[in-house]
């Protein structure tokens, strides 16, 4: 079992930017993909990226060019860059951990809103 405990989120106008973390109970070696995802009010929570063992990075093609995923193994932690934020972006925001055994765990999920 993975704990996972997001940080960041808040409130912010459109065009401003963000930076989530996600603190991963252990070594981020041991975790096969790393993601955030993110629901909104009424809609099913979708990918929004995602990045392998190995760093391969993967975007939701709404957010390309504007969030950035990194992992610091050293850290074990997980952080979403967001710049250029837009109202569509306002959701609940959750770090996902997938381990070799495609086991999912999830963390509380933290709320980014963005307002016009």
């Known amino acids: 079992q993975v704990q996972l405990v997001e940080s960041g989120g808040g409130l912010v106008q459109a065009g401003g930017s963000l930076r989530l973390s996600c603190a991963v109970s252990k070594s981020t070696f041991s975790i096969k993909t790393m993601g955030w995802y993110r629901q909104a009010p009424g809609k099913q929570r979708e990918l929004v990226a995602t990045?392998?063992?190995?760093?391969?990075?993967n975007y939701a093609d709404s957010v390309k060019g504007r969030f950035t995923i990194s992992r610091d193994n050293a850290k074990n932690t997980v952080d979403l860059q967001m710049n250029s934020l837009k109202p569509e972006d306002t959701a609940v925001y959750y770090c996902?951990?997938?381990?070799?055994?495609?086991?999912?765990?999830w963390g509380q999920g933290t709320q980014v809103t963005v307002s016009s």
């Open positions: 990045i392998s063992n190995g760093g391969t990075t």
């Open positions: 996902n951990a997938k381990t070799f055994s495609n086991y999912n765990n």
